[in-house]
């Protein structure tokens, strides 16, 4: 006889071992995958325009799928390097400029504590001494670090860079064999019993988490677009890797551009410059305003979840997967979520 107890505890092993799954899915799985799992994405994407293109010029569909495929690649390719050409040189820009940025900095320092003399009665000299020797340990302590990690960057950036290189090609070659039996393929994932779970998860997250997340890549192009044409505008020299900055930032849950904008108008403002900072305000309005008005139109009805937990989500996955968790820890939340509901565990 089972009782309730052995139920309960049937139900919590299956949660754990759905928690763990999709840990281990994402963290191992995931990065040895990744290629094929493009290439898949890639096939999906030409597959309707190869048809035409084969109907229409007599073309095979793997040789016009794989023109799209490069062609494709090839101006996202195009686009990062002139973005990555840019950023370098605005970069540069900034280290060149360090001295006149430091000396601002220790004047903004110094009407602060002049301020806080005034204001609480703590001498200026003590409050801006220990601001100096924390910031000349910090200083010590990272450069201390730099001589022993440099080689292991190196080394591990270029690990990257090849890894990078084979799996754009493995992801190339792949959507092109994928390309070619695509059709195949599908009607044998649809006769395999065993893949029907998968297949009603997966239509699920389609139509909520991806659609979601569709929005807000939507939307972050748009603010970013926005603050890099406001930053331009308002003459800033680093005004491509500010604005793509702020549209990343504005992509996490309860945060937003006005976290950096806010204050950089009020440090215009300290330093006598307030049609700078009025410009700071006016454009943390207009993004906030952007995505006020694109997200209920662009997503509709919410996926059901509390912005905390979107956000803890974020939070967990950049521990548990790093930089990438910004995306791997929300979509980990919802394919246990789903699987729970395809399981019934939730209750």
Wanted: charged share 15%; hydrophobic share 50%.
């Amino acid at each position: 006889m089972v009782t309730s107890l052995q139920v309960e505890w049937k139900q919590r092993l299956r949660i754990l071992g759905i928690v763990l799954g999709v840990y281990a899915g994402f963290k191992y799985v995931l990065p040895v995958t990744l290629p094929l799992l493009i290439g898949w994405l890639l096939a999906v994407w030409v597959h309707p325009l190869s048809l035409r293109v084969e109907k229409k010029f007599h073309i095979k569909r793997t040789i016009a799928g794989g023109i799209c495929i490069v062609l494709l690649l090839g101006a996202i390719s195009a686009l990062l390097w002139w973005g990555l050409r840019v950023g370098l040189s605005q970069i540069r820009y900034w280290i060149a400029q360090y001295p006149a940025l430091e000396t601002q900095f220790f004047q903004l320092v110094d009407r602060c504590c002049q301020s806080l003399e005034k204001s609480m009665g703590i001498l200026k000299q003590d409050s801006y001494g220990f601001i100096m020797l924390s910031m000349k340990r910090m200083q010590n302590e990272l450069l201390s670090g730099i001589g022993v990690k440099t080689v292991a960057q190196a080394t591990s950036w270029l690990r990257w860079g090849f890894t990078l290189v084979t799996g754009t090609v493995i992801s190339v070659i792949s959507g092109i064999f994928i390309l070619r039996d695509l059709e195949s393929l599908q009607r044998s994932a649809r006769d395999y019993a065993i893949l029907r779970g998968c297949r009603r998860i997966l239509q699920r997250l389609k139509q909520t988490t991806a659609a979601y997340f569709k929005a807000q890549l939507l939307i972050m192009a748009l603010i970013s677009l926005l603050c890099v044409v406001g930053l331009y505008l308002m003459q800033s020299p680093y005004y491509l890797i500010l604005g793509i900055g702020l549209g990343l930032l504005d992509a996490l849950p309860l945060i937003g551009t006005g976290l950096c904008l806010y204050p950089a108008a009020i440090f215009y403002l300290l330093f006598g410059k307030p049609a700078t900072a009025a410009g700071c305000v006016l454009l943390a309005l207009l993004a906030n305003f952007t995505r006020e008005f694109f997200e209920p139109r662009l997503i509709g009805e919410k996926l059901g979840v509390y912005p905390i937990a979107i956000l803890a989500a974020v939070y967990l996955g950049l521990v548990l997967y790093g930089p990438a968790g910004v995306l791997l820890g929300p979509l980990s939340l919802s394919l246990m979520h789903e699987i729970g509901k395809e399981w019934d565990v939730w209750g």
